[in-house]
């Protein structure tokens, strides 16, 4: 049985992105109940990661990489709002249309533009191995040269975000959702799992503390604070990214 309920794709958003307040959480989950239009709304707003990840191993080794697909700020697709997994698609699009058409018999598009921020960065992440960051070698000048000229661009100190004892840092990247700048910054956990603080303006002034969550099988952490939004991800160990994460936010 179906009956008509009113929330906005923004609403829905947020209930998957584990954001909205208790009250409207509520309301949506007694209407899932009831409600099975709305309830596909919610599955069209989600994404098929892992025959999307299969489909993205295929192509890997012939595709250019993702990180010069997403920082090319000369594409036409600047001008409109750039998904993290949509710009990896772009870059192999001929190709990707041809394998994973193959594979499963339809092409798969980037998440909605009405898919939350920390989707987008979740589906990214999920295609990151060990490997993926482990040969990346950078001089210290590279790295405070890499951090300041992105930390201009975003409005955020970056440097600080590098002093956690406990993780090994990378590289840092600027991407971009819906118009606003993205910053990635990548490290490797001590037992060489790939994982990543992402920051991004948010228009909520509010300070949230920190929600553990999974997102698409990976651990992950996130918080507000001064106009800022974080998110902390990789791997499985909750231990591993809650404790990062409060390591991080020790340091704004």
């Avoid at 993205?56 to 750039?82: C, E, F, G």
């Avoid at 993290?84 to 190709?95: R, W």
């Avoid at 303006?201 to 992950?220: H, Q, S, V, W, Y």
């Amino acid at each position: 049985m179906s009956q008509k309920t009113h929330f906005s794709d923004e609403d829905l958003t947020a209930f998957l992105d584990g954001e909205t307040s208790a009250e409207l959480a509520q309301k949506i989950e007694s209407a899932l109940e009831v409600d099975t239009v709305l309830m596909k709304r919610l599955e069209d707003l989600s994404i098929p990661v892992d025959e999307l990840k299969t489909a993205m191993q295929q192509v890997t080794d012939q595709a250019p990489s993702l990180p010069d697909v997403l920082t090319d700020r000369t594409s036409p697709s600047n001008k409109s709002p750039r998904s993290l997994l949509y710009a990896g698609f772009l870059a192999a699009s001929v190709l990707i249309n041809l394998v994973v058409g193959g594979l499963f018999g339809k092409t798969y598009f980037a998440p909605s533009e009405a898919q939350g921020w920390k989707h987008y960065v979740a589906a990214y992440q999920s295609l990151y191995v060990g490997d993926t960051l482990g040969n990346i070698q950078l001089s210290p000048e590279q790295i405070q040269k890499n951090l300041e000229d992105i930390s201009g661009q975003i409005g955020f100190d970056l440097v600080k975000m590098t002093a956690d004892s406990e993780l090994s840092f990378k590289r840092a990247q600027l991407l971009g959702f819906k118009g606003k700048p993205l910053v990635q910054l990548a490290y490797l956990a001590p037992d060489g799992r790939p994982v990543a603080l992402c920051i991004i303006r948010t228009n909520k002034d509010n300070t949230k503390n920190i929600g553990m969550e999974k997102l698409e099988g990976m651990a992950a952490a996130s918080w507000r604070k001064n106009g800022y939004a974080f998110l902390f991800i990789g791997g499985e160990d909750e231990t591993v990214i809650r404790e990062g994460a409060t390591r991080f936010q020790a340091l704004l």
